[in-house]
């Protein structure tokens, strides 16, 4: 900390140099813009940032140390001198076949980390064959039936080697148990299984709606893979809690952090209040961030989150397990900012939010292709997002201190800003009687909604500058792009594969193991003993969400 009269000497500096600088010169020759500010937050930039702006930052106990409380600067006391983040490129390819290619072409050019899409239907519970899955399989993602499926997209992939991202949510439990059958095949003791399962049904609530069951039912869902993770795969992280969805929905920096944090704090209750010990499943928690374009908010986002996470877990819940207190999170670059005019510009986005997110401090990253706004990538962009981490990773120096920000007089300033706000909105989430009846009352998503509408507005009357949409624009831009493309041929394949499954399997081992789970959900023990079983008897995705549903219900928003 600065002594208070050099702090009030620096103050006197600043006023004098606006007075007989840059007051005058803005006056002559007026400034870009007439009102500087941050991103989507909106808060202002000042011209200038100097340590009185940061008076009150006690190094000690707001910055710390990398790998010590508060975790400001960092989870791991190298960062990436010791280990680079985890690059894992974001792949599900229509067919387990393709996914598998993929998969396999991606390890080949360096990832080293897995990250799994899965097309609609899956994401609801229903089969390929099912009606409400006609003209959506495999178009987002991977359609998976049933464990036949996960047997395909892993062939030749050892699970002891490599760690899984899986963005599934509502049938989180249904993945999670074929991918555990799959270790069980491939002979991999679950104690060594390293991924992720993003398992955030909040966030479906607020931003996807990719839900299925009422929250009650999802918590128990949730907090059932808690326990099972802890026991039987406690490398394996049991959600990932994520801010990503919400800011793709239109949300500022602030209540990216807010919002995610408050269903970090929904979901530790939640498993609390089942009887779960807090040091026991605690550090199996992730988080899931995105990267926008402004490269100072992001990381002050980053810094605040992980400051804010460690105050949280131990002031509300009493966390002694420091590893309980690290917000360890992923980050997707932005896909809401890619365009489709002149997509190579994407290419540029991209390498900025990459660089956000590893100045931020990101344990993972998945950097989106530039086709990305128009259809599934193609082998060469994702090839071009790939190296664009490889080269940020091995070229640029960004990974060789840990924490380089650390010290501006913005960066530190920004951050303050960003956890101030954030706290707000967590006591008014509070007082609104927690993150699920805040989210019950449409009050969060109102917030998202509110922002969104408005920055919209900023572009489309040219406040905000989009570049090649609303500026920049090239009139006679060449329409042709390379796009992945699902065909109805590709549908009919995946239809007739279940159909081949369904032929092959002994259905009185299937029957049994549904009948099993439909007991265990009217009772109390945890749900993914008899999923495991079920997935076993290659009972399908469908069938198992749907032995859930009769005993669950749906979810029905406002009911």
Not at 5 to 13: G, S
Not at 329 to 339: R, Y
């Amino acid at each position: 900390m600065f002594d208070p009269d050099d702090l009030e000497r620096i103050r006197e500096a600043k006023a004098e140099w606006e007075d007989d600088a840059y007051g005058p010169t803005v006056d002559r020759f007026g400034e870009r813009k007439e009102a500087f500010t941050t991103d989507t937050g909106g808060q202002s930039v000042d011209p200038l940032y100097t340590p009185a702006d940061v008076a009150d930052l006690d190094y000690e106990a707001d910055l710390g140390y990398p790998g010590q409380e508060p975790y400001t600067r960092g989870v791991y006391s190298t960062m990436y001198r010791g280990r680079l983040w985890t690059m894992r490129q974001y792949a599900g390819m229509g067919t387990a076949t393709e996914t598998n290619e993929r998969f396999n072409y991606l390890l080949d050019e360096g990832q080293t980390g897995l990250s799994m899409a899965f097309d609609l239907p899956t994401q609801m519970g229903y089969d390929s064959d099912a009606t409400m899955a006609a003209g959506e399989v495999g178009k987002s993602g991977v359609a998976i039936d049933t464990l036949r499926d996960m047997e395909t997209v892993f062939d030749g992939i050892p699970l002891d080697e490599v760690s899984t991202s899986m963005t599934i949510n509502a049938p989180a439990a249904i993945l999670l148990a074929m991918y555990v059958a799959i270790g069980d095949q491939q002979g991999v003791d679950r104690a060594e299984l390293r991924g992720t399962i993003q398992n955030d049904i909040m966030k479906e609530y607020i931003a996807r709606n990719l839900y299925i069951y009422p929250p009650e039912a999802s918590m128990r869902l949730i907090t059932d893979i808690f326990e099972f993770c802890a026991t039987e795969t406690p490398k394996f992280n049991t959600i990932s809690i994520s801010g990503y969805h919400i800011r793709e929905a239109g949300s500022t920096a602030a209540q990216e952090i807010a919002f995610t944090l408050g269903n970090g704090i929904e979901y530790v209750e939640a498993a609390l209040d089942a009887g779960l010990d807090v040091d026991e499943f605690a550090p199996q928690l992730s988080f899931f961030f995105n990267a926008h374009n402004n490269i100072f908010e992001e990381v002050a986002k980053f810094r605040a989150a992980r400051r804010m996470w460690a105050s949280i877990m131990e002031e509300r819940f009493g966390a002694e397990n420091p590893k309980s207190k690290q917000l360890k999170f992923h980050t997707q670059t932005g896909g809401s900012t890619l365009t489709a005019q002149q997509i190579d510009n994407n290419v540029v986005r991209v390498a900025y939010q990459a660089l956000a997110a590893v100045l931020g401090g990101t344990q993972s990253l998945h950097t989106n292709g530039k086709d990305e706004a128009l259809s599934l990538p193609t082998e060469k962009s994702v090839r071009t997002a790939l190296r664009t981490q490889q080269i940020l990773a091995h070229e640029s120096g960004a990974a060789d201190t840990i924490d380089p920000l650390a010290g501006s007089y913005y960066v530190e300033s920004l951050t303050d800003e960003l956890e101030s706000e954030a706290l707000d909105l967590l006591d008014e989430i509070d007082e609104r009687g927690g993150m699920l009846d805040a989210v019950k009352s449409q009050w969060v998503q109102g917030q998202i909604q509110d922002v969104a509408f408005d920055r919209q507005q900023e572009i489309e009357e040219g406040e905000r500058i989009i570049v090649g949409v609303n500026e920049f624009r090239v009139e006679d831009e060449d329409p042709e792009v390379d796009l992945e493309e699902v065909t109805e041929e590709d549908e009919r394949r995946q239809i007739d594969r279940l159909e081949t499954v369904r032929a092959d399997r002994d259905d009185e081992a299937v029957e049994a193991a549904l009948a099993s789970l439909r007991e265990t959900a009217r009772g109390d023990d945890n749900l993914l003993p008899p999923i495991v079983d079920a997935v076993k008897a290659y009972a399908s995705v469908g069938e198992i969400a749907n032995v859930l549903r009769d005993e669950f219900g749906e979810y029905q928003p406002g009911r």
